[in-house]
């Protein structure tokens, strides 16, 4: 692969009831030092505390130019709009766009069902988040920046809970959602099986 650059995609928060869908993409050269960023794995097999820490470390290695990165967040109004293949494929774009690849200079690797522009040469890889460093530290990138913003949205609606379980469909958000309804950070095409109080 005689390529200058190696991007890593992924995605946190596809599945959750509420808050948007985060897509990381993460742009390395090809001859990266992972010794730089120890412990980048998979973002849902390490813990928050690590993430947290990995997260802190690859923005001091951006502040030095070594590497780069773009974190898009599609709301729950556009996923239930467009569904949520749509609102993914819209940022992955929108990052490349940020990030302003050129398909001559990149390879890409994505994680499970991921795709980026066809002009791209790319290769999609199941579970790569746990397979490739590049997609594991795209998929920490997205993973952090979405609770970061669910903490945040939570001091608005502090009845559902979402600091703790980041709008995912626990138990307790469940009910929370049959006793208050939903809220414009709920996707209403997720929720439909709920039965209100």
Excluded at 19 to 39: A, E, M, N, Q, R
Excluded at 152 to 169: D, S
Aim: with cysteine; net charge positive.
């Amino acid at each position: 692969m005689n390529k200058k650059w190696l991007i890593g995609i992924d995605e946190a928060g596809r599945g959750p009831l509420a808050g948007p869908v985060s897509v990381g993409v993460v742009k390395i050269p090809t001859d990266f030092d992972w010794s730089l960023i120890p412990g980048v794995n998979d973002s849902k097999k390490i813990s928050e505390k690590k993430r947290d820490a990995v997260f802190e470390l690859t923005n001091e290695l951006v502040k030095q130019g070594l590497l780069s990165y773009s974190v898009k967040l599609v709301s729950a109004n556009s996923i239930d709009n467009k569904g949520i293949v749509s609102a993914i494929k819209r940022a992955i774009e929108s990052a490349i766009e940020e990030l302003k690849l050129n398909p001559e200079e990149c390879f890409i690797k994505l994680d499970g069902s991921l795709h980026a522009p066809e002009k791209f040469e790319q290769e999609t890889i199941i579970k790569g988040d746990g397979k490739e460093k590049v997609i594991g530290l795209a998929s920490i990138m997205a993973k952090v920046k979405r609770d970061t913003y669910m903490k945040e949205i939570a001091e608005q609606y502090p009845e559902y809970g979402l600091e703790g379980h980041k709008g995912y469909g626990t138990k307790a958000h469940r009910e929370a959602i049959a006793k208050f309804g939903l809220t414009i950070i709920h996707r209403r095409t997720y929720c439909k099986n709920i039965k209100m109080l």
